[in-house]
């Protein structure tokens, strides 16, 4: 199993659901950039009060902030192996992300690509009902995705760092799916 891994995709895809079970499974850490925010929203630090409107909105938190936990929790491991979910989500925080890891002496051994159609992405977001889950948000977050997210598609691949995989179908043929190319 690979150690140090990205997982990008449309939001609702499935990133945190299956980056979850590969992490229990095959004990890497896993760093979702969305979990630790909500996690601060609900401490009500002064981190979290900046990021809950904007996430409420469906916008991109700003890549400092952003930066910073992720930079935090990195270096906080101790040579574990990790998965980050939903970071990077535009170039600039790709490109930040290589003299960290540079530091770190590690570098990036996968890019999974969770692939699902539009229709099938509202759906599930629709019935999860999140905060940020209503149809206009999720619009709006789809069309951010488009623009400051699916560059990263052509970035890593350029690096010859991406797998695109089926994110359509039950929880357990994904993972299965998932296991098959990370192996
Ligand atoms: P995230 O927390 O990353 O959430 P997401 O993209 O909406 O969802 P994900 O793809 O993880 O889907 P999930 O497994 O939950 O982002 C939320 C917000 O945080 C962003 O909008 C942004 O504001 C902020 N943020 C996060 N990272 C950032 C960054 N790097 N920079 C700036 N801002 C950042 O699955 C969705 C639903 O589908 C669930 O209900 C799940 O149970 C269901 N599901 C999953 N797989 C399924 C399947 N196979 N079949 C049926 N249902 C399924």
């Not at 535009?90 to 960290?100: D, K, M």
């Not at 770190?104 to 996968?110: G, H, V, W, Y």
């Not at 999140?130 to 619009?139: G, K, L, P, T």
């Amino acid at each position: 199993m690979k150690q140090r891994l990205l997982f990008i995709g449309p939001p609702g895809a499935g990133k945190g659901t299956q980056a979850s079970r590969l992490c229990d499974t095959h004990g890497l850490r896993h760093l979702s950039t969305g979990d630790l925010l909500r996690s601060e929203v609900s401490a009500g630090s002064a981190l979290g009060k900046e990021a809950e409107a904007v996430m409420n909105r469906g916008e991109l938190v700003s890549d400092d902030l952003v930066l910073a936990i992720v930079r935090s929790q990195l270096t906080a491991l101790n040579g574990q192996g990790w998965l980050l979910d939903g970071f990077p989500r535009n170039v600039a925080q790709a490109q930040a992300l290589e003299p960290l890891l540079g530091e770190l002496q590690q570098s990036i051994e996968i890019v999974v690509l969770l692939e699902l159609s539009d229709e099938v992405l509202v759906e599930r977001l629709l019935a999860r009902g999140r905060a940020d889950d209503n149809e206009s948000v999720i619009r709006n977050r789809l069309e951010i995705y488009r623009k400051q997210t699916a560059p990263l598609i052509d970035y890593y691949k350029s690096k010859e760092l991406l797998v695109s995989v089926d994110a359509q179908g039950s929880v357990d043929a994904i993972t299965t799916r998932l296991e098959e190319r990370l192996a």
